[in-house]
């Protein structure tokens, strides 16, 4: 896949599974979700889904819990890892609510069982709800403990046979070192997930980029705070960001 390519009205993807963070829900605030931001992100998502393309998503929960973080204190991991996967659900509601107010059709498949807010995690009915034109968004991880939900994003689009995963962050690609903390860092347009790996660079963890590796799923990495991105990318401008992929 090149590293640029010219865009055009056509999509450049048939079939995307986009890896949303809970803080990308947050806004400004220092916990919780800013609504204002779910209709953002809304209307970004209802932009891409207006030209065809079916779409996935998996969103985190770090707005509201973080099992590994001081917020989970002494508990037990795996306890509170079910707690981070119950603040993926609230996260997915929130995100179904701003979607079909946007008159954009969208199902929460759960990995844990909760019939009132989400129908159960089952792959044929994701596929089947993908090819009725309705934007499915996966909630509660893989339903296993110890497993981010950067896993369950590579994941879920193995399972769906998506084209590729977006990786939206709140930087405009993959660096040699955080942007943050050293400004000279280097953005790389195209890096290999060996090269992930080996320079232990943290844009998901790493049982995630082993499994896109050796199933050879692309991922692109881009700035979610800047409008219209997502748009871009499906269009095939992939210079906005990096691409990682197997070489």
Do not use: W
């Not at 450049?12 to 949303?20: D, G, M, S, Y």
């Not at 955080?178 to 080996?198: G, H, Y």
């Not at 943290?202 to 800047?226: E, G, H, R, T, Y």
């Amino acid at each position: 896949m090149p590293a640029r390519v010219v865009q055009s009205c056509k999509p450049a993807f048939r079939r995307i599974l986009l890896k949303l963070s809970g803080e990308a829900l947050m806004g400004e605030q220092n916990y919780g979700i800013d609504t204002s931001v779910a209709e953002s992100v809304a209307r970004e998502i209802k932009a891409v889904y207006d030209l065809g393309v079916e779409i996935a998503i998996v969103v985190g929960g770090g707005n509201i819990f973080r099992g590994v973080s001081k917020s989970a204190g002494n508990m037990d991991r795996s306890s509170a890892d079910y707690i981070g996967m119950l603040a993926t659900v609230m996260n997915a509601v929130v995100l179904q609510d701003a979607l079909e107010r946007l008159d954009v059709p969208t199902r929460v498949l759960s990995a844990i069982d909760i019939p009132q807010l989400a129908e159960p995690f089952i792959r044929r009915r994701a596929i089947r709800h993908l090819e009725k034109k309705r934007v499915v968004i996966f909630a509660a991880g893989t339903g296993n403990p110890y497993f981010t939900t950067d896993s369950a994003a590579a994941l879920r689009a193995l399972e769906i046979k998506a084209e590729v995963i977006l990786k939206a962050t709140k930087v405009d690609g993959v660096y040699s070192e955080d942007p943050m903390l050293n400004p000279n860092a280097k953005r790389f347009e195209r890096i290999s997930f060996q090269e992930v790996l080996e320079k232990q660079l943290k844009i998901m963890d790493s049982s995630a980029i082993s499994l896109c590796m050796d199933n050879n799923l692309p991922i692109m990495v881009f700035n979610m705070k800047q409008s219209g991105n997502i748009l871009k990318v499906v269009k095939g401008d992939l210079s906005i960001g990096t691409l990682v992929e197997k070489r």
